[in-house]
């Protein structure tokens, strides 16, 4: 089993910036990715960005350039950094674990976390 806290959303001005935090507990190891999911209300969840075992990151066209995906291995947290924020990135932003033990895939989940840019 894999637990996810997110944190670091909040209500921030156009053009300002957010840092979110993902902090994974229990089998770390197994865990292969860790990406970041956003749901706007009425909106399906979409990939934001995600970082690899290996450290290599993939991101939304919407936020390259603007957002980046980091890690801290020691304190198994991956991180959002956000800048340069549209109200168009307002949502609940959770993040998603992927673990490949024994070949069977699971996926888990936090809690979410909202973020509102007003203009």
């Known amino acids: 089993q894999v637990q996810l806290v997110e944190s670091g959303g909040g209500l921030v001005q156009a053009g300002g910036s957010l840092r979110l935090s993902c902090a994974a507990s229990g089998r770390t190891w197994s865990i292969n990715g860790i990406g970041w999911y956003r749901q706007a209300p009425g909106n399906q969840r979409t990939l934001v960005a995600v970082i690899s075992r290996d450290g290599s990151t993939n991101y939304a066209d919407s936020v390259k350039g603007r957002f980046t995906i980091s890690r801290d291995n020691a304190k198994n947290t991956v991180y959002l950094q956000m800048n340069g924020l549209k109200p168009e990135d307002t949502a609940t932003y959770s993040c998603?674990?992927?673990?490949?033990?024994?070949?069977?895939?699971?996926?888990?989940w936090g809690q979410g976390t909202q973020v509102t840019v007003s203009s």
């Open positions: 998603n674990a992927v673990t490949a033990a024994f070949g069977v895939r699971k996926d888990y």
